[in-house]
């Protein structure tokens, strides 16, 4: 199966939105508590700097939203998130989301990735990151409160592009 990455379109929403809330309902990797329906969902990607999608037979299996980590004279620095359909687990679509959102940043003029919030409980994702060279520059130890009500601690990665 062959995985592509491309820019979001208006009819991928409705699967996004379920890849979306999958992650959120789970409780253990976004911050988002409530699940977007149609019309936050239109609202939320539209917002972002990109939108990319992981598609496999014409199926939208994963998604990242990229857009700026800070304003001003920080507004160089990117964020991303990155959701995976959880039944495409370990088929390589998470490194084709992280690989293109890297390029696009880049080409959108942003000099830096950063992100604040991988919750170290998060195995595979911080595994990848590392893989495509992400540097673990710190910890906040209690900054994430998973769906269980445990506070757990939260990473924060960086990348020059």
């Not at 037979?57 to 980590?69: A, K, M, Q, S």
């Not at 130890?141 to 998973?146: D, I, K, L, T, W």
Request: proline share 4%; charged share 20%; glycine share 10%.
């Amino acid at each position: 199966m062959d995985v592509q990455v491309r820019g979001y379109r208006p009819e991928d929403i409705p699967d996004m939105m379920g890849v979306w809330n999958t992650i959120v309902r789970r409780g253990m990797a976004f911050p988002q508590e409530e699940e977007l329906d149609l019309e936050s969902a239109t609202d939320f990607f539209a917002s972002q700097s990109h939108c990319g999608v992981a598609v496999m037979d014409d199926c939208v299996v994963g998604l990242y939203i990229l857009h700026p980590n800070n304003v001003g004279r920080c507004g160089h620095i990117s964020n991303a998130s990155y959701a995976v359909d959880p039944s495409m687990s370990n088929k390589g679509i998470g490194s084709a989301l992280v690989s293109d959102s890297l390029e696009v940043a880049a080409s959108l003029g942003f000099r830096i990735m950063q992100f604040n919030a991988v919750v170290q409980n998060n195995a595979s994702a911080i595994h990848l990151y590392e893989k495509m060279g992400f540097v673990r520059i710190g910890a906040v130890p209690g900054g994430f409160r998973s769906l269980d009500g445990e506070y757990r601690t939260i990473l924060l990665f960086y990348h020059e592009l």
